[in-house]
């Protein structure tokens, strides 16, 4: 039975605890909800910052938007699409997606939009979460599941003069669809995810692009098309094609991709690959000199390997440049690269990606004892499955640390958390709350630690992904299939329960085998 969520000036402090709050309405907080109802579960809330449904769907509009892993594998698995117009579905289509399976689910009137979540505090005394919401309302819930994902946060470069550019400027995440681009000149900084889909469009419309590169990607051609409407018919009518697909999706993430990361030996099969986009790039890029500053000095896989159609085409036209030399500040007429060239601009982009640790700076949360999360984080985000802390009872992360495999679709993990996610909820029902024992915690995370040793990503590797002491929080270093393995069942004896009774202090039990 659905119960409609009061409004806000309705929600005293008192208002009755809910069950679960949502922190986030991307894919995972919204399979969250959708889970929730399915295990009859329906004093839920998601609060979500932004003013619509999507995540990361929402926030990133820039043109060319679109998924880089396939279409039928970068969704719901219980909610095949079979009318994705394209093998990779730009970001409009993703985001309607994503508002139908709230629908289908019946979750909408569980999603408060425009409310971020400020602050969380565990009440031992009451066994709750006391959640501060943005407007200044307080909510209660027994647990919290922190689904603010990891890109939530676009990052800005540390540039001098940012403020000085007297035209208008943009992060790719936060998109100004007022600014017209026809026959301006326009400063691209950045080259890599978002950068390589918004060129090729930008191109198109305005007079010169310079393109900022810091380093050059592995950029493997996307092989995009558009799926006939025969295509289509073919997937409704007979589930199991898509499923297939999806399968052989998945499969080829494993079997082609993983083994380019999974080892920082030597491998031939890298190599292969590296030879592989280095003759494509020469193939593509018109410009010899051009073609050899896009040719990567690293192992493949170092950064996160890209994939585009267009983008080597677009830097062949007349009206785009590729800029290696560095940048010494922003000036209010362009961009002055280290080499003392102030190349003028009218309009400034920023594809510079995202605070990586986004799920950490979300929300200030403070667990048993006053805890704070980054306290416990101050040396690095660890988490037991990427989802549990000792000391933060209830509570629990998807896409939290180590979690990123990036050979396959995010939604793919996203599922096997939540399932693991579910289980842990349902073996509360006595009224207890769950949390992590600090030995499985420590000990999940040492084994993390020594297997990232092995991987492509250890090392000189310079990436993204590594923060700026060379530690690795956000990879998980084995396949996809084995992290699903991992999260299919709670394992009992890595977790202890707290005895919770309202007005009681919260004592802790031993978790005993038969939980
Ligand atoms: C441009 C782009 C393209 C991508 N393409 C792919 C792809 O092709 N394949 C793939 O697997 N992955 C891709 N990703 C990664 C993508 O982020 C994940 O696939 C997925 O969308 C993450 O879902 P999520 O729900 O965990 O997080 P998000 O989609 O980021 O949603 C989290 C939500 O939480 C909200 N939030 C954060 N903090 C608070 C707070 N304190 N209070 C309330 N709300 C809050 C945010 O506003 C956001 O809407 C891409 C990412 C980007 C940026």
Request: contains cysteine; hydrophobic residues 40%.
């Amino acid at each position: 039975m659905n119960r409609a969520i009061p409004h806000t000036e309705q929600l005293a402090a008192d208002a009755p605890p809910l069950q679960v709050l949502i922190v986030g309405a991307g894919f995972a907080g919204v399979g969250a909800g959708i889970r929730l109802r399915e295990a009859g579960i329906d004093n839920f809330l998601i609060c979500e910052k932004a003013v619509g449904i999507g995540g990361t769907w929402w926030h990133n509009r820039y043109p060319g938007a679109a998924c880089d892993i396939a279409s039928h594998l970068y969704c719901y698995s219980f909610e095949p699409n079979p009318n994705w117009s394209r093998k990779f579905a730009p970001q409009a289509e993703i985001q309607a997606y994503i508002e139908r399976c709230v629908d289908k689910y019946g979750i909408r009137d569980r999603i408060r939009l425009n409310t971020a979540v400020v602050s969380l505090d565990w009440e031992a005394e009451r066994g709750l979460w006391r959640a501060r919401l943005g407007d200044g309302s307080v909510r209660h819930s027994r647990h919290v599941i922190f689904a603010s994902g990891g890109l939530h946060l676009p990052a800005y470069p540390d540039i001098p003069g940012r403020g000085d550019f007297r035209g208008p400027s943009m992060h790719s995440a936060e998109w100004d669809a007022s600014v017209d681009f026809s026959g301006k000149r326009v400063a691209v900084i950045g080259s890599a995810a978002s950068a390589i889909q918004l060129v090729p469009e930008l191109a198109r419309v305005a007079a010169r692009i310079d393109v900022y590169q810091r380093t050059p990607n592995y950029i493997a051609p996307r092989l995009d098309r558009a799926f006939s409407e025969r295509e289509k018919a073919r997937f409704a009518r007979w589930p199991w094609l898509g499923r297939l697909y999806r399968h052989y999706l998945f499969l080829r993430g494993e079997w082609l991709l993983f083994p380019v990361v999974k080892t920082r030996r030597r491998s031939r099969w890298r190599e292969r690959l590296e030879r592989m986009i280095r003759a494509h790039i020469r193939a593509e890029v018109a410009e010899p000199a051009t073609a050899e500053a896009l040719l990567p000095s690293y192992p493949m896989g170092c950064k996160r390997i890209l994939i585009a159609d267009d983008f080597y085409q677009a830097l062949n036209r007349r009206n785009v440049e590729l800029v290696t030399a560095g940048i010494e500040r922003i000036a209010p007429e362009g961009v002055q690269t280290t080499g003392g060239e102030l190349r003028e601009a009218d309009i400034l982009v920023y594809a510079t990606g995202f605070d990586l640790e986004g799920y950490m700076r979300a929300a200030v949360v403070r667990g048993r004892n006053g805890r704070l999360l980054s306290e416990e984080w101050a040396d690095i985000p660890r988490a037991y499955k990427g989802g549990f802390v000792p000391g933060f009872p209830n509570f629990y992360f998807t896409t939290g640390p180590n979690t990123g495999v990036g050979t396959t679709s995010v939604v793919y993990m996203i599922e096997a958390q939540l399932e693991l996610i579910l289980q842990a909820i349902a073996s509360t029902g006595d009224g207890s709350a769950i949390e992590v024992t600090e030995d499985a915690y420590q000990r999940y995370n040492a084994e993390i630690r020594a297997a990232l040793q092995d991987t492509v990503w250890a090392g000189a590797c310079q990436s993204w992904y590594k923060r700026a002491d060379g530690e690795i929080a956000s990879l998980y270093p084995f396949n996809a299939r084995s992290y699903r393995r991992d999260h299919r069942q709670l394992e009992r004896g890595d977790f202890r329960w707290h005895a919770v009774a309202a007005g009681h202090d919260v004592r802790p039990t031993t978790a005993s085998a038969d939980r």
